[in-house]
């Protein structure tokens, strides 16, 4: 398989901040060792070559040593963390693009990236994909707002959605996804997959492609429907 780089957003992509909430997103920054259900199997399976996978996040460079140990903790594969220096780089949305640039400067490998969109990132990722459309494979979107999506982007709300995504590039295998849909499956908290301030899911995936992940879909599927409903009747 020819290589590829993952490049990731930080907050409410991978890890449960609620950026929604300045406050709750500093405290967050600092305390918080939340991540999203199945995300570390995820970036593991996906990003199998050294130097494979960044971490790029607006969050400021002093909290360096907590996103590093955030990634540790959560059985993240190493990561390349860039982080804005919020004296020089004070727009959130140039930094982020100017940062992407350089790295489509500084390699020849294609990218998949990975955003939410409670903020910039459907837009930086648009601008990006513009001026380099041979560099990017996939964009993926976790869906915290629920706003439109630029053409071409994938939302979604668990892991487990993009690794059938995935499979069905051809970028992983049953028994990849499998691990992945396991990770989501088995979590017991359900903030973990979808906290209370994000989206729910207009629609609840849809059958995988293979027969052979028929157990394991129905065992997400059964926490996506049961997630739905407690907040429904709430």
Do not use: C
Not at 69 to 83: D, S, Y
Not at 182 to 211: C, G, M
Request: hydrophobic share 40%; proline share 6%; no cysteine.
């Amino acid at each position: 398989m020819n290589p590829f780089i993952v490049v990731s957003d930080l907050d409410d992509t991978i890890k449960i901040s609620h950026t929604m909430d300045q406050f709750r997103t500093v405290l967050r920054g600092l305390f918080s060792h939340q991540a999203y259900a199945g995300m570390a199997e995820l970036y593991t399976e996906l990003a199998r070559t050294p130097d494979s996978l960044i971490v790029l996040s607006s969050s400021p460079l002093w909290i360096r040593k907590r996103v590093h140990e955030f990634l540790r903790r959560n059985r993240f594969p190493k990561a390349q963390v860039i982080l804005r220096d919020w004296v020089k780089q004070p727009q959130v949305r140039k930094y982020k693009f100017n940062a992407l640039k350089q790295l489509a400067e500084k390699s020849t490998e294609p990218f998949i990236l990975f955003g939410d969109d409670t903020e910039y990132d459907p837009e930086v990722f648009e601008s990006f994909l513009n001026e380099y459309p041979d560099r990017v494979l996939k964009i993926y979107i976790r869906r915290m707002r629920g706003r439109p999506l630029p053409e071409g982007m994938q939302g979604f709300h668990t892991s487990y959605e993009i690794a059938l995504s995935e499979f069905a590039a051809g970028r992983l295998d049953l028994e990849q996804v499998h691990r992945i849909g396991k990770a989501v499956a088995d979590t017991r908290n359900p903030a973990y997959i979808i906290p209370h301030f994000a989206v729910l899911p207009e629609e609840i995936l849809q059958a995988p492609e293979s027969e052979a992940l028929s157990e394991i879909h129905e065992r997400v599927l059964a926490r996506l429907r049961k997630i739905v409903g407690k907040r429904k009747r709430a």
